[in-house]
């Protein structure tokens, strides 16, 4: 484990970083375009027996596609997710949370078990990440969030990002990755810039951010980048959210240093979560994860979705999508049926399944639903059109 993580680069000049403002959430205006469509019950089948699964990102390849591995199996792409024990509330998953492996062929998906063996990561749960696989189709490098710290009672929503780099063996039926390098914490908060999240139990909706790490290759300068979910060290206002960046010293992905936010959400939220990049058509595309909840409480507020901005540079300025940053949302009569979207090289978008077919009803009335009506699993994958800051679903006639 690294001594002496990177703090804030202060000699790295970036433009000022692009505000998520109040106004742009006050401008969004959700239409059949961006709305997704209603997840039924055929699609909440669960996949792994007794675990719910969430988050989910790919082992990628330097354009941020899921990489295509050949196994005796057939063809398949190789999946990262938070996986937990079913709980009766499913909120409970967080504090159980491990990085599970997933591989899909076809449109069956196959359980690989633990991506990390047991007692190796630092916190007392794994959270959300991302994963390259190197041009060599053998070295991973996984990038994710430990949240706490082992053996702690009770738990804590510390977070501390952490790189490890394994090989992938995919010679027997299922793909499998070994020889993992021991857990290296890549990037702190200075407690200046980016607020430390400090080592105490949180409320869900209410946890400061520094985590949810998204590795990027940046093919106009050669460089790799990382955008992580973060809170401004602001005391003006409550909810601060950002997303923070990170540049790599060197292709061991071992070093870095930590730049200036690029966006920041000040009035508007603390969790702008699972940031991730993509480049396309010469711009860098921006996309994020909001619940509805989560925005400031008498402020204006958009529906649960996926959001985003795009610029010409990956310092920014930014600007935001469709003209209000929304890009995808839930359809307002089922408002909290996924979360958690990502978006991959070729503009198809994976989530998963979180509260289904209530049909109106709320939780807080009808707590059978809480257990019965979570899906924990993935959700039907979504397709983008991407025409320059115009980003809507690709939905058949």
């Known amino acids: 484990m690294l001594s002496n993580p990177a703090t ?13 403002s109040p106004a742009i ?28 699964v969430w988050d989910m990102w790919p082992l990628a390849t330097a354009d941020g596609t899921a990489a ?3 196994t005796r199996m057939g063809v398949g792409t190789l999946w990262f997710a938070l996986a937990a024990p079913q709980c009766p509330d499913p909120i409970d998953r967080h504090g159980l949370a491990r990085i599970r492996l997933l591989w899909l062929v076809g449109a069956t ?21 991302s994963a390259l696989l190197e041009a060599d189709g053998v070295t991973v490098h996984l990038l994710f969030t430990a949240a706490g710290t082992r053996g702690e009672h009770p738990l804590t929503v510390q977070q501390r990002l952490f790189h490890t780099k394994g090989q992938l063996d995919p010679a027997g039926g299922t793909p499998r990755i070994d020889s993992w390098t021991p857990a290296r914490e890549i990037i702190v908060a200075d407690d200046q810039t980016y607020l430390r999240v400090p080592a105490a139990p949180g409320l869900p909706g209410q946890i400061k951010a520094f985590r949810d790490p998204g590795i990027f290759h940046n093919p106009k300068d050669g460089k790799t980048y990382l955008v992580f979910a973060a809170s401004i060290k602001a005391e003006s206002h409550r909810h601060c959210g950002a997303v923070g960046l990170a540049v790599a010293r060197d292709a061991s992905l071992e070093h870095w240093d930590v730049l200036a936010p690029i966006i920041t959400a000040i009035g508007v939220t603390d969790e702008l979560e699972r940031p991730h990049l993509l480049f396309r058509d010469e711009k860098f595309y921006l996309f994020w994860s909001t619940q509805n909840q989560v925005f ?22 930014y600007c935001p999508l469709n003209g209000d940053s929304l890009v995808i949302a839930n359809p307002p009569a089922e408002h909290l049926q996924a979360y958690s979207w990502w978006v991959l090289g070729d503009g198809s978008v994976i989530s998963f399944i979180d509260y289904w077919g209530l049909q109106g009803r709320a939780l807080v009335d009808h707590p059978a639903l809480i257990r019965s009506h979570f899906g924990g699993v993935p959700a039907p994958v979504l397709q983008l059109r991407i025409e320059g800051a115009r980003v809507v679903l690709d939905q058949p006639d």
């Not at 998906?109 to 990440?129: I, K, M, T, V, Y």
């Open 296 to 317: 400031t409480p008498g402020g204006p507020a958009g529906p649960t979705g996926l959001y985003g901005m795009v610029g010409e540079q990956i310092t920014g300025p």
């Open 8 to 20: 804030l680069h202060a000699t790295t000049i970036t433009p000022p970083p692009t505000e998520w």
């Open 25 to 52: 959430i006050a401008s969004i205006k959700p239409d059949a375009a961006r709305t997704a469509p209603i997840i039924t019950a055929a699609d909440a089948r669960p996949i792994l027996p007794d675990l719910d």
């Open 68 to 70: 295509r591995i050949p």
């Open 109 to 129: 998906w196959h359980d690989c078990g633990n991506a990390l063996p047991d007692l190796f990561a630092p916190g007392s749960r794994e959270w959300s990440g």
